[in-house]
């Protein structure tokens, strides 16, 4: 079992960055995919991006293609997301989630662990 914390989340001007980490305790951490979505005020909770158990494999949606990086650093058991030109529209609630089953997988449903978010504002 892991337990997702993130952290790095606050207010960026249009156009600026901003890296989001997920600490995951557990020391299963390295044997599962990872993933992080995204809540806006008054939308659906959205995926964002994904990762492989290995990090060899990444996968994200066509709102962050180019612009967002995810990553994972296994011996410290963290996994990051880093985000360029960032837009007014990524202003959400970053959730960072774990699946046990290491899949690259883009359904929320497929995870088992979940953090408590991180808000990140994007000012115009």
């Known amino acids: 079992q892991v337990q997702p914390v993130e952290s790095g989340g606050g207010l960026v001007q249009a156009g600026g960055s901003l890296t989001l980490s997920c600490a995951a305790s557990g020391r299963t951490f390295s044997t599962y995919g990872m993933g992080w979505f995204r809540q806006a005020p008054g939308k659906e909770r959205e995926f964002v991006a994904a990762i492989s158990w290995t990090g060899g494999y990444t996968y994200y949606a066509d709102s962050v293609k180019g612009r967002f990086t995810i990553s994972r650093d296994n011996a410290k058991n963290t996994v990051y997301l880093r985000m360029n030109s960032l837009k007014p529209e990524d202003t959400a609630v970053y959730y960072c989630?774990?699946?046990?089953?290491?899949?690259?997988?883009?359904?929320?449903?497929?995870?088992?662990?979940w953090g408590q978010g991180t808000q990140v504002t994007v000012s115009s």
């Open positions: 989630a774990a699946d046990r089953s290491s899949r690259l997988t883009t359904s929320q449903n497929e995870y088992d662990y």
